[in-house]
């Protein structure tokens, strides 16, 4: 219970994370990732922004265009929201992770595992962070300020302003999946 807790706030090590199979490390990323719940000061995309996601996906399984999520209709606009902050977490921590990956000469789970600690603003650690390069150290550095203002800021501070739409283009149809 007490690990499922830790890596989405509270960074207390009671386990060696190191010595834990990589299944589990795995685990501890994407609870990491998720994060705290938007009240708090923890990081990650937060856990609300997870279940609107996860709603959407059950939504679109059972056929239905509306997305309730106990008896309230979840309006389209947060789910777009939710979207938006997920995939920019997501491409910032790929993009820290893979330019770690090249300055770094360590296991790519352990660099996932620092980076997504960071965002995360957990805490936790596989002991890599004192070992990296001081370029590593910067980009570390970086991930943990961008993981405490949070990425729903960002998105906005560098999204277009949108102005009021004259018109709509006409609807487009798309194979997906």
């Keep these: 219970m007490m690990q499922a807790v830790t890596p989405r706030t509270a960074g207390v090590n009671s386990v060696d994370i190191a010595g834990l199979r990589q299944a589990t490390q795995f685990v501890i990323i994407i609870l990491m990732f998720i994060g705290a719940s938007p009240g708090s000061t923890g990081g990650g995309i937060k856990t609300t922004t997870f279940a609107a996601l996860a709603g959407a996906v059950m939504a679109m399984v059972r056929g239905k265009e509306d997305i309730v999520m106990f008896r309230y209709r979840l309006a389209q606009e947060r789910v777009y929201k939710a979207l938006t902050v997920t995939l920019f977490a997501f ?41 990296l ?24 501070a560098v999204g277009r302003k949108q102005s009021r739409v004259l018109y709509r283009h006409a609807e487009g149809k798309i194979i997906i999946g």
Aim: charged share 10%.
């Design 91 to 131: 491409a910032l921590v790929m993009t820290a992770t893979m330019i770690l990956s090249t300055t770094e000469d360590h296991n790519f789970l352990m660099i996932l595992f620092e980076v997504t600690s960071a965002f995360g603003t957990v805490g936790l650690s596989m002991g890599l962070t004192t070992q």
């Design 133 to 156: 390069t001081l370029a590593g150290k910067i980009i570390i550095i970086l991930m943990m300020f961008i993981g405490r203002l949070g990425p729903l800021t960002l998105t906005y």
